[in-house]
């Protein structure tokens, strides 16, 4: 399988205060890779590094054969082709969900007004709300939200796509319907790098699951493997709390 | 002389105050609002440079009284110009309008900079994850919405506009205030006259306010929710 993201020796701090500590990740094809780990360990930071929301502090990222820390790569060319969908929605406020959609294919020339037009309206159908093309996004449910955000996403046909907490925001009985258009998405067969909380998502989906604690990548595994027999004493820890977490919870 | 027969005599002379207020006003709304633009935009600039500029125009503005800057711009540029070319004259209404846009200009820059501040991050984040460039993300994403939000303190600094005219009679600019005085100077009806003025202003003031409730609800397509 082909390379899609190659992370070399990532290091990136905030004014002084190093966040990743050298992280080396290599992401295939097709792959869907779910990263897990305590709030702070920097998987936010990795994953916007990795579209440049973020400017490395050292080390290389290449994504799909551009090397994105190189200040001469033309980087919004390389975005077109990495969706994001983040754990805020972030859906234009001031657009109605349809326009939300249509918005960059058309500005950056993609596709005609009819044809992003056209997509729109079969991504809606795609994450089940193609009768709301014309609300608002302050009318949508947080689950809504989010689909229409994915579905943003998908309209520029990327070849990647990054998703931070997607269904940390919602209610309870909303992740399901996210979850259930993510899973469609990796069957499809995209390449897809997954910061969650949802450890059943990452069991059922993830091809594989990746530990991070403390800026470090501290182990990866499939998740069968990472799940029942983690080697390391932190992610025995840290999936000890979060069952124990979910068994509370039920 | 009782209150209407005031009313009568003053309103002719009154009323060509009036025009200069309404037209001064205006036109310095309209390029505050081009100036400001631009200097907020400066001001926003990753050049150094660029966002001094702003930020000294800004400073210069609001740190000093208008009715100073307008001593300025009426007295001592034409002095200063003379120098150059001796028949050099500034009417009273071109240094109001050039002192009023000057003011108007700083306000507003710093009233778009809120509101484009005030845009939530994560809209110009979503923007620019899908290839959207700097540009293209201030224009179709960011300025939309700081527009909106920045729709009040604007309408504010446009009433501060219309009453800070009144300044300018100091000058010589004929205003509202300026015709009234003369016409009080003459009649002595100090109570009417100025009744009569403040009157005025409320009317000119009262059809922006409603203008602007208009344009607001065209802007708004969302009430309360953040996202
Ligand atoms: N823009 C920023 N400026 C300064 N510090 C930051 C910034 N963004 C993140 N950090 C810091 O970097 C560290 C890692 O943050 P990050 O958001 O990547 O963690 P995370 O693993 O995603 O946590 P969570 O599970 O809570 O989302 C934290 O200590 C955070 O305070
Ligand atoms: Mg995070």
Redesign the interface.
């Known amino acids: 399988m082909r390379e899609k993201i190659n992370i070399k020796n990532l290091h990136k701090s905030f004014s002084k205060l190093p966040v990743l500590k050298g992280i080396d990740l290599t992401i295939h094809e097709g792959e869907v890779v779910c990263i897990i780990g305590p709030s702070g360990s920097g998987k936010s930071t990795l994953l916007r590094c990795v579209?440049k929301?973020e400017t490395v502090t050292d080390g290389e990222i290449i994504v799909d054969g551009c090397i994105i820390t190189d200040k001469h790569t033309n980087i919004?060319?390389v975005?077109?082709n990495?969706?994001?969908v983040?754990q805020?929605?972030?859906?234009?406020?001031?657009l109605t969900v349809k326009k939300n959609i249509m918005?960059?294919p058309v500005?950056?020339k993609k596709m005609t007004k009819s044809e992003a037009a056209e997509k729109a309206i079969e991504l809606l159908k795609q994450v089940g709300l193609e009768d709301k093309a014309d609300s608002?996004?302050?009318e949508l449910s947080g689950g809504q939200?989010q689909r229409v955000?994915i579905a943003?996403?998908l309209a520029?046909q990327p070849d990647i796509m990054l998703f931070d907490e997607p269904t940390s925001a919602l209610d309870p009985e909303m992740i399901g319907e996210v979850l259930q258009v993510m899973k469609q998405l990796a069957t499809d067969g995209m390449t897809m790098v997954v910061v969650t909380h949802e450890m059943g998502f990452a069991r059922d989906v993830a091809d594989r699951v990746i530990f991070m604690s403390d800026g470090m990548i501290v182990e990866e595994a499939p998740p069968a493997e990472l799940f029942s027999n983690p080697q390391e004493p932190r992610t025995k820890e840290f999936l000890a709390r979060v069952l124990q977490d979910l068994g509370l919870q039920v | 002389m009782d209150f209407l027969t005031t009313i009568n005599e003053a309103t002719p002379l009154l009323l060509q105050g009036l025009k200069i207020t309404v037209m001064i006003s205006v036109m310095s709304i309209v390029i505050g609002i081009v100036i400001g633009f631009f200097s907020c935009l400066l001001g926003l600039s990753k050049y150094r440079p660029l966002r001094a500029i702003s930020g000294v125009y800004v400073w210069i503005v609001r740190g000093t009284p208008m009715i100073v800057q307008a001593f300025i711009v009426y007295f001592g540029f034409p002095q200063l110009i003379q120098m150059l070319t001796p028949d050099f004259r500034l009417s009273a209404f071109t240094a109001g309008l050039i002192t009023l846009s000057l003011n108007a200009g700083a306000y507003l820059s710093e009233v778009f900079r809120g509101g484009i501040a005030a845009v939530?991050k994560?809209?110009a984040?979503?923007?620019?994850?899908?290839?959207?460039?700097s540009s293209?993300t201030m224009i179709?994403?960011v300025l939309?919405?700081a527009i909106?939000i920045a729709i009040p303190s604007m309408v504010n600094q446009f009433i501060i506009i219309v009453k800070d005219t009144s300044i300018l009679s100091v000058i010589g600019l004929a205003d509202l205030v300026n015709k009234a005085k003369v016409y009080v100077g003459a009649s002595y009806q100090f109570f009417a006259t100025y009744i009569l003025v403040a009157v005025y202003y409320l009317v000119i003031i009262s059809a922006l306010m409603l203008i602007s409730k208009y344009v607001e609800k065209k802007f708004n397509?969302?009430?309360?929710?953040k996202?």
């Open positions: 579209n929301l919004n060319k975005r077109e990495i969706g994001m983040f805020s929605f972030n859906l234009f406020a001031h918005l960059a500005d950056l608002y996004p302050h939200k955000a943003r996403s520029m | 939530d994560g809209q984040e979503a923007a620019r994850s899908l290839g959207l460039n293209q179709k994403v939309p919405q909106k397509y969302e009430r309360k929710d996202y």
